[in-house]
């Protein structure tokens, strides 16, 4: 059984990923709006991994006998600028949900949850590869600037697909 105040920071979590995902997918019809298809197509399995993400978290807190308790999820802006600065904000983000990611695991510890903790691991990971991700383009941006090159990511990033984690042994 989970503690409540661990199902209510888990409950928490959830908007978090929706809104995650949310940001996501507006993203991505931004950059579609300006013929970056690649970089939309970037976007739109972002929106798709974290939609995964949310959907971790709802199972994990009924197999523990939890309550679901989805929340009110904000809606995301709908202008972000240049490519370059649409990563800074993903970055920013990204850096943001480790930090909540973080918490969430320290209440887990808190509560004495280990089931919990080792649960979190695999978000912790996560986090670690979404922020190299984000970063590696916001860098790759940076280098080329408003130049053609920009295509030529563009076109690299239409290339990326989603890939469902592995369901893990019972």
Known sequence: MITAKLQNAINNQIQAEMYSANLYLA???????????GFANWLRVQYQEETMHALKFVDYILERGGQLELKVIEAPPTEFGKPAEVFEKILTHEEHVTSLINQLYAVAVEEKD????IFLQWFVTEQVEEEASASEVL???????????LFYLDKELAARVYQPPAAPAK
């Open 27 to 37: 993203m991505s019809g931004y950059c579609m709006s300006k013929n970056l298809k």
């Open 114 to 117: 280990v089931a919990t903790q």
């Open 139 to 149: 860098e790759q941006l940076r280098m080329i600037g408003d130049s053609s090159g």
